[in-house]
């Protein structure tokens, strides 16, 4: 039971990344909630964007609100986080979660399910 994070890599500022999370070994059912989280080397980690199983709604933080969306594929058993007009600061290693009816946003320690990270540099 697994999450897999891919899709990151290198890119310059202004530029778009679209990450993909696939579940393994459980299927990512509509009340699933799902956040992605990133961690940039000495900060905290932080939730970027979510969709929640409770009611459908997304959220996304204010440092990229506008630029980031998360969507899901049920029948794909994928989720996506588009991610345009990238800066510097968006650096980070970006992981997606899941959690049953979990509450969109939440604390990373809420989150069951985790997988590994992708890592995501915006550099010119």
């Known amino acids: 039971v697994q999450l897999q994070a891919s899709g990151g890599g290198l890119v310059q500022p202004g530029g778009s990344l679209r990450l993909s999370c696939v579940a393994s070994?459980?299927?990512?059912?509509?009340?699933?909630?799902i956040i992605w989280f990133r961690q940039a080397p000495g900060k905290e980690r932080e939730a970027v964007s979510c969709?929640?199983?409770?009611?459908?709604?997304?959220w996304d933080a204010d440092s990229v609100k506008g630029r980031f969306a998360i969507s899901r594929d049920n029948a794909e058993n994928t989720v996506y986080l588009q991610m345009n007009s990238l800066k510097p600061e968006d650096t980070a290693t970006y992981y997606c979660?899941?959690?049953?009816?979990?509450?969109?946003?939440?604390?990373?320690?809420?989150?069951?399910?985790w997988g590994r990270g992708t890592q995501v540099t915006v550099s010119s």
């Open positions: 070994g459980f299927t990512l059912e509509s009340f699933f909630t």
């Open positions: 969709n929640s199983g409770i009611d459908g709604r997304t």
């Open positions: 979660t899941a959690e049953r009816m979990g509450e969109c946003p939440n604390d990373w320690q809420r989150m069951s399910y």
